[in-house]
Structure formats: C-alpha cells, structure tokens
C-alpha cells in the first residue's frame, strides 16, 4: 500500500483505497453520518500532524552506484524527498557497486548512530547480515526494491511488484492483438537478467496474461538491461523473425538499444511495449510516431517514498489514511500501464534513461 501520483487515496494491491472508503469500512453499526464524520476530522488532523515538522531525524541512505537511469532516478527521488522536510537530515554515503564497500558504508552509518537507515541493496542476501546489524542495534532499515531474506533486517520493505509487470504488458499486448482479430500472433520478450528473480517473476507475470487470450510467447532472448545488450538481443531477434506482432522490453534503459536495433532494421509492423516507465519512453508514447505504444511502470518513485516512511517510523507515526498506528511491514507498489491515453499524467514522474 502507498500513495498513487494524481489519485487521492492509497493502493492494497494495485486498488486505490481512500480515506473515506478505510472509514466507512472501519466503522459499527451506527449510521455512516454519525460514525465517519469524527473520524474524517481526525484523519485530517493527522494528515496535518505527519506534514508539520517533528522530532529531527537523521536518516541514512545507501544504494548502488548510479550506472542505469533507474537506479540515478532513485538517488535523486531519494534526496529530493528529504528536502522537503526541515526536519530531516539526509545522509547518503558514496553509492557503490561493490558489495564489501557497501556493507562497509551501511556499518560507517551505523556507527554514526543515525535515526532510521533506507537501503537499496546490491544484493539483499549479501547485505541481509549488515542490515540485521542495524536492526539489532536499535535503528529501523526501510529496504527498498531487493528484498533481504530475514524479515528480522528490516522494519519496512518497499518496492515494486516484478509480476504485475508482466501481467499489465500481457494484458496490454493481448487485448491489442485480440482487438486487431489477430489469431496466431508472434510475440517476442526481450528480457532483463535472465537469472534474477525478477526477471523470471516478469516473465511468468507475462505469460500467465497472454495466456487469458490464448496466446504465447513465440521467442524470448534476455539481455543486461543496457543499451548495447539491448540492440545486440533485438537485432537477433528481428534477423530471426521476419514477421512480428509484438513485443515486450523488460526495461527502458536497454530499450534504448532496442529501439535503435529497430530504427536500423526499418522494421515497423509491429508494436512494443516497454518496461519501467522513463520519460524517454514516455516521449516516444505520446509523440506516437514509432512502434512504441505503451510502458509498464516498476516506479523510481519508491526511493522517496521509503525517505516518508523513514520519517514517519523514526517519529513513531502511522500512515494518515490508515486507522493503523504503525506504518505498514510490506508495501508492493502497483505497475500501471502508460499508454498515449493517459501519458501525461505519468511524464512527470519519469526518469531519464
């Protein structure tokens, strides 16, 4: 559950909740009028209470060095958030790829004896031990995006949902061919990492909702998520099929590379679906003149929300519009579908591959 840009409410597994619907759930048997009306007064009140500053709070900040358009996004997301509390104090140590100088940097932090630690992991097995330090010590980790395995090194995870990913790319591409009356479509997925676990939960999103319209995956070939990985994959890919339907790029930043691949094989019969959600591709969707038509989001946005949550855990507050006391232990952001139609509205929040 967390807060949806451009709507009022929050999401509970990709459905937006708002306040009044908590309450009217929440409440006896009395008559609605008399039961929400106290409780809306208090809700805003505790809306007002999160916002006004609070208790100075020293938040510590590690995440992979900045090598890929959404890993720079949340930085930046990340850093912009504490800014606009003048009750927080934003330290972020030297983001890194290298596992060892990361669990160094996360131990630096806890010996600084900050507030409240938000991690973005390389690896959420390599670093579980170091941040069931921090938890052990007394100083709440909000882990963002890579999950560590031991519920006892975190005191909130938030991040993405892989398999909805796939799901709102099968649906898309599915619904569209099904529209088109197209009855046996070649459909190609150009894959992120082959090994990780997102990538295979991706994948299995996306051929569970092709396979509601009886379609299927016809080939699929994984890259790096960079841009050279992702023409060298498409160019095999588009050498090797001579007619196409679709296609899915698990990400933006090599879909770079893929559109590129695309461009030089003057190949256009088709339609792409991205991955991610970056303002790049978010341009080429609404400027509507090339065989990208829609993206599916895996939000950078998370990073500022895990600096709110920090926030809230470290002034032993709640979530406003939860009738709860605590911040939630889980929160799965929902992956929305961009397309021509509703651009717009997503663009601002986009990241620059």
């Not at 967390?2 to 709507?7: A, D, E, L």
């Not at 030089?264 to 065989?291: K, L, T, Y």
Request: proline content about 4%.
């Amino acid at each position: 559950m967390t807060q949806n840009p451009g709507r009022r409410g929050f999401l509970f597994g990709g459905a937006v909740i708002g306040a009044g619907a908590l309450i009217t759930a929440c409440t006896s048997n009395e008559p609605a009028a008399q039961a929400s009306a106290p409780a809306a007064t208090t809700a805003a009140a505790a809306t007002g209470g999160n916002e006004a500053p609070g208790d100075k709070v020293v938040i510590g900040f590690s995440a992979p060095a900045a090598d890929h358009g959404w890993i720079a996004a949340i930085a930046k997301n990340a850093a912009d958030a504490a800014k606009q509390y003048t009750d927080i104090e934003f330290k972020p140590v030297e983001p890194t790829n290298d596992i060892n100088q990361q669990i160094s940097a996360v131990e630096s932090l806890i010996q600084a004896k900050v507030d409240v630690l938000v991690i973005l992991p390389n690896d959420g097995q390599q670093l579980n031990q170091v941040a069931r330090q921090a938890m052990d010590a007394g100083i709440p980790v909000v882990n963002v995006d890579r999950v560590f395995p031991d519920k006892l090194s975190y005191r909130a995870w938030i991040g993405g949902d892989n398999y909805g990913m796939g799901v709102a790319a099968g649906h898309y591409i599915g619904k569209t061919l099904k529209d088109k009356g197209v009855s046996d479509p070649v459909i190609l997925e150009i894959q992120g990492i082959a090994t990780l676990p997102l990538t295979q939960d991706r994948s299995k999103g996306f051929a569970d909702a092709l396979k509601s319209y009886g379609y299927k995956v016809t080939a699929q070939q994984d890259a790096k998520f960079t841009v050279e990985s992702g023409t060298q994959v498409a160019s095999n890919l588009l050498q090797a099929h001579k007619k196409i339907d679709a296609i899915w790029n698990h990400d933006d930043d090599q879909g770079i590379g893929v559109m590129a691949a695309i461009k030089e094989a003057g190949r256009d019969e088709f339609f792409m679906v991205g991955g991610a959600g970056s303002a790049n591709a978010m341009r080429d969707i609404q400027a509507d003149n090339g065989v990208l038509k829609a993206t599916v989001t895996y939000p950078a946005t998370m990073a500022a929300s895990a600096i709110k949550i920090a926030r809230l855990i470290a002034q032993g507050k709640g979530m406003s519009d939860l009738l709860e006391q605590e911040v939630p232990q889980s929160i799965t952001l929902a992956s929305e579908t961009i397309s021509k139609e509703n651009v717009d509205k997503y663009l601002p929040f986009g990241f620059e591959s």
